[in-house]
């Protein structure tokens, strides 16, 4: 049986190497207070609860987009450091969705880097080369990948899902109130308000753009780009064995 979601793929917020271009993998930083500001525009789009599931990369830098587009859109202040840096009940932290690390290279820039022809070749081709001492483009994947599959067992728990079609109106339903009942309980506003299958996932440029390629026809890794602080919303089914759809536009 197909199964169907919106996929809401959310960069986390600017940080200070991303002002200055510079490799930033699992060293773990936090979001610039501009960078705060650049998520209010998600935090009025998705204050509204209607996500079923949330997942979000254990690193710092994507707990506090999480806090503050999950904040409450009435009041004008963002939330304070201690806040930004906190856990919220019900919501996956997952390290499969942390960004490629990119070992030595991490912390560099491309001036930097430039005249390194190992650095050059992975340019061309990073499945072929490994940065040192950081993560191969096939475990970098895997882990995504990995994600993804999970990502649909998940789904098919928390709608009880059985061969019998029939029973997957009522299991939106049920799922609807459930996650309702729980976010109302955690105080923090979620739930599915609206029909369908909405999904957040708060992570890294490079796993958005893995996650578009692996979900996608015709979509290589680099043709996919999302700025910090910015969002890629996806139509998916799942067919069985893997996630297949299409861009959607706002």
């Known amino acids: 049986m197909d199964m169907r979601i919106t996929l809401h793929l959310v960069r986390h917020g600017r940080t200070l190497w991303n002002e200055e271009r510079r490799y930033l993998g699992h060293e773990d930083q936090g979001i610039l207070r501009e960078g705060r500001q650049q998520l209010l525009p998600l935090r009025e789009r998705f204050f509204t609860g209607q996500f079923v599931r949330i997942y979000c990369s254990d690193l710092l830098r994507c707990r506090q987009t999480l806090n503050v587009i999950l904040s409450d859109s009435t009041m004008a202040a963002i939330p304070d450091d201690e806040a930004l840096g906190r856990f919220i009940p019900g919501v996956e ?22 005249s390194d022809a ?3 070749r992975w340019i061309d081709n990073p499945a072929e080369v490994t940065p040192p001492n950081g993560e191969s483009w ?16 998940d789904l098919k728990e928390l709608l009880h899902v059985e061969e019998d079609p029939d029973t997957l ?3 939106e339903a049920e799922a609807e109130a459930e996650a309702e009942a729980e976010a109302e309980a955690a105080g923090y506003g979620l739930g599915t308000q609206r029909a369908g299958l909405d999904v957040l996932v708060v992570t890294h440029g490079g796993v958005i753009r893995q996650i578009a390629a692996a979900t996608l026809p015709h979509t290589e890794f680099w043709g996919t780009q999302v700025s910090p602080g910015e969002e ?14 299409v861009r959607v536009s706002e």
């Open 118 to 120: 190992s650095y050059r």
């Open 138 to 153: 096939e475990a970098f994947r895997s882990r995504v990948q990995a994600f993804l599959t999970g990502l649909s067992l």
């Open 232 to 245: 890629l919303k996806l139509q998916l089914t799942w067919d069985g064995e893997r996630w297949q759809g």
């Open 93 to 114: 932290y997952d390290p499969r969705l942390r960004e490629l690390d990119f070992g030595d290279w991490e912390g560099n820039t491309y001036e930097d880097l430039k």
């Open 169 to 171: 109106v009522q299991a």
